[in-house]
């Protein structure tokens, strides 16, 4: 079979790429010419990658359509006019994947815990930081987003709730809308397992549902932390087991993230690859070490994520030797003025704060009026010019952080270019 993917650098469509490719099927897509870090692997699996050209399409693929593209989009307006067969990404998983899938959502963690549970287990994965991969197995990891209900398409084995904060301001009208969705995602499953720690995902009722946490009344509760060599050593105890376990990944978000990845395969008789080197997926805490500033790499664009990302960053560089200096680029204009209050307060924990022009996305129009607004309510952080990057010298006891979901990591690939001591961790 021959497959074309409109809208492939994005993040869950280019790894479905990659899980067909893996196949054996012929895999070429198409998009903008704007690079996104999710060609990287497209290229080294030697997908082609075309431009946007109604001329591409013909009669020989089958179409799979991102969720991102809209009904102007000229290929896709082609393919509805010649009548080809296309279907949507969600629609094409939901249809033709046969493996058991282990749905991993929730609003934070859904792409380090499935990055995880790929770790760990000898499965197929098609996760949203763009890896995929078909694997000779009868379950299959997939990051599951709940974004205009697109996950209600799946029926998973088991679903992995990892925490209900209320986001996507844009489509869901509040947090009851939010958590109504997920109920109806877990009234999809067989299974269900939740963060017990986060009082939104207590709310989701279901028939075979298992809590996990550090709190006590949690069906497995996570015991006896300790930080070891950079490492958390702790012990998981639940329905008459008691197993110790060893996480090199810091933050207590990370921790449960650990567990959630760990209990998804225990629950469902998958052996565990016993490992204690994990890694995380691309621009989570992505780290370089340039002399004395460590430059970190991050996609979190919600003001709880910046706050976990900081408590991460804090038991690795501790605050009373390091300067934390941020360059920030929020992602979406509605979720930015939604939010823009909790965004302002957290970002008082750096000591420098620099506001990159919002990411608007595939999602929304560039909105010069309400960027101008959203200037003026965030002007006691000082505005981005290419003037910051020049500061970051190596000198100095620095952490600088390249926070959001749009394409601050382009900064740090600019200064790598010029400087061959930045050194990735």
């Keep these: 079979m021959k497959y074309y993917l409109v809208g492939i650098k994005?993040?869950?469509?280019?790894?479905?790429?990659?899980?067909?490719?893996?196949?054996?099927?012929?895999?070429?897509?198409?998009?903008?010419?704007k690079y996104f870090f999710t060609e990287d692997k497209l290229i080294e699996n030697n997908i082609n990658i075309l431009e946007y050209d109604s001329n591409n399409i013909t009669n020989e693929y089958i179409y799979i359509i991102g969720l991102s593209i809209n009904e102007e989009n000229l290929e896709f307006k082609k393919i509805k006019d010649l009548g080809l067969i296309y279907y949507y990404y969600n629609d094409y998983i939901k249809r033709f994947v046969k493996e058991r899938l282990i749905a991993v959502s929730g609003t934070h963690g859904k792409t380090t815990t499935s990055y995880l549970i790929k770790q760990m287990a000898d499965i197929s994965y098609i996760i949203g930081c763009g890896e995929g991969e078909f694997k000779n197995s009868t379950h299959l990891v997939l990051e599951a987003c709940e974004y205009q209900n697109h996950f209600l398409s799946y029926n998973p084995r088991l679903l992995i709730i990892q925490s209900l904060d209320y986001d996507h301001p844009d489509f869901f009208k509040n947090k009851e809308e939010l958590i109504n969705s997920y109920q109806k995602m877990a009234s999809n499953s067989e299974?269900?397992?939740i963060n017990g720690d986060d009082p939104n995902s207590k709310k989701i009722k279901h028939s075979n549902i298992?809590?996990?946490?550090?709190?006590?009344?949690?069906?497995?509760?996570?015991?006896?932390?300790?930080?070891?060599?950079?490492k958390y050593e702790f012990n998981l105890e639940g329905f008459g087991i008691n197993i110790k376990l060893y996480c090199n990944i810091l933050g207590l978000h990370n921790l449960r993230n650990y567990v959630a990845a760990y209990l998804s395969l225990y629950l469902l008789n998958i052996d565990?690859?016993?490992?204690?080197?994990?890694?995380?997926p691309k621009r989570r805490m992505t780290r370089y070490q340039?002399?004395?500033?460590?430059?970190i790499d991050d996609y979190a664009h919600h003001p709880n994520e910046i706050i976990s990302l900081y408590e991460s960053i804090r038991l690795l560089y501790p605050h009373n030797i390091y300067k934390?200096?941020?360059?920030?680029?929020?992602?979406?204009?509605?979720?930015?003025?939604?939010?823009?209050?909790?965004?302002?307060?957290?970002?008082?924990?750096?000591?420098?704060?620099?506001?990159?022009?919002?990411?608007?996305?595939?999602?929304?129009?560039?909105?010069?009026?309400?960027?101008?607004k959203l200037d003026l309510y965030f002007?006691?952080?000082?505005?981005?010019?290419?003037?910051?990057?020049?500061?970051?010298d190596g000198s100095k006891d620095e952490v600088w952080i390249f926070l959001g979901?749009?394409?601050?990591?382009?900064?740090?690939?600019?200064?790598?270019?010029?400087?061959?001591?930045i050194i990735k961790l």
Excluded: P, W
């Design 191 to 193: 299974m269900v397992l």
């Design 405 to 421: 979901a749009g394409d601050t990591n382009l900064l740090i690939d600019e200064l790598r270019k010029n400087n061959n001591k």
């Design 324 to 372: 934390y200096k941020v360059i920030f680029q929020s992602h979406t204009y509605s979720r930015t003025y939604k939010f823009k209050k909790s965004f302002k307060k957290v970002l008082k924990v750096f000591d420098e704060v620099y506001i990159k022009d919002i990411f608007s996305s595939s999602r929304e129009k560039e909105n010069k009026r309400l960027q101008k």
């Design 210 to 230: 298992i809590r996990y946490g550090i709190n006590n009344d949690n069906d497995f509760i996570i015991k006896n932390i300790e930080i070891k060599n950079n």
């Design 379 to 392: 002007n006691e952080y000082k505005k981005y010019t290419n003037e910051c990057l020049l500061q970051i």
């Design 272 to 280: 565990v690859i016993k490992k204690d080197d994990f890694i995380l």
């Design 290 to 295: 340039y002399n004395k500033n460590i430059l």
């Design 10 to 33: 994005g993040a869950g469509m280019s790894a479905l790429a990659l899980y067909l490719k893996s196949k054996g099927y012929d895999v070429v897509g198409s998009d903008i010419s």
